[in-house]
Every structure is written in C-alpha cells, then in structure tokens.
Nanobody, 123 residues
Framework: QLQLVESGGGLVQPGGSLRLSCAASGATLDYYTIGWFRQAPGKEREGVSCISGSGSWTTYDQAVKGRFTISRDNGKNTVYLQMNSLKPEDTAVYYC????????????????WGKGTLVTVSS
C-alpha cells in the first residue's frame, strides 16, 4: 500500500519561497502520476501541478504557472514542489496524491492521498 507524507509547509512572507516534499513508502513511485493539490479555508480542493511517472511531462494551474515548479527524484521516492513568489492567495493545505499507470491527475481521480501540509503566506 502506497503511503504519502508531505512536509515543508510553514509561514512565509509574500514574495518568499518554500519547497514542499512528498515522500512515498510502501511502493516505488516510478509508475505513478503524482499531483499536488491545495485546499484553502472554505474552498474546494483544487489542482496545482502534476508530473508523470517518468517526469517527461508536467502541468500547472494557471494561477501558479511561472512561480511553482514540480519535480521528482524516483531514486529517493520523492516528489517536490518548489514555490516561489508566494502570494497570500496561495495560503492553503497542500496535498500530494498518486495515481497508478495512467496520466489522470484530478481531485476525483487519484488513488492515494497524503494528509497535507499547511502553507501560510502572510506578512
């Protein structure tokens, strides 16, 4: 059973940076599409970024394109989300999630979820 654990969240000032990590155990991530999602208070969970099992393709929500970068190190069984130029509207609980084999990367389509890490952007 794949287990995912997010880390790296915290409080940061607007314009600052954070790097989130999603560490997997119980299975190798090579065959999983991984997505980062976020949920702000009072809002629905939304997609942020996705990466294929091989890392050959990535996608970004328009709200974070150019500021966030997703990457993976399959040797470390870990996926990262580098977040730069953070804005108050990026404040949310960030989750990583995995789907095996195919390229679906949606809130309703993932097979495994982590418990999330809180990112707060505030001065």
């Amino acid at each position: 059973q794949l287990q995912l654990v997010e880390s790296g969240g915290g409080l940061v000032q607007p314009g600052g940076s954070l790097r989130l990590s999603c560490a997997a155990s119980g299975a190798t991530l090579d065959y999983y599409t991984i997505g980062w999602f976020r949920q702000a208070p009072g809002k629905e969970r939304e997609g942020v970024s996705c990466i294929s099992g091989s890392g050959s393709w990535t996608t970004y929500d328009q709200a974070v394109k150019g500021r966030f970068t997703i990457s993976r190190d399959n040797g470390k069984n870990t996926v990262y989300l580098q977040m730069n130029s953070l804005k108050p509207e990026d404040t949310a609980v960030y989750y990583c999630a995995a789907r095996m084999w195919d390229s679906i990367c949606t809130v309703g389509g993932m097979d495994y979820w982590g418990k999330g890490t809180l990112v707060t952007v505030s001065s």
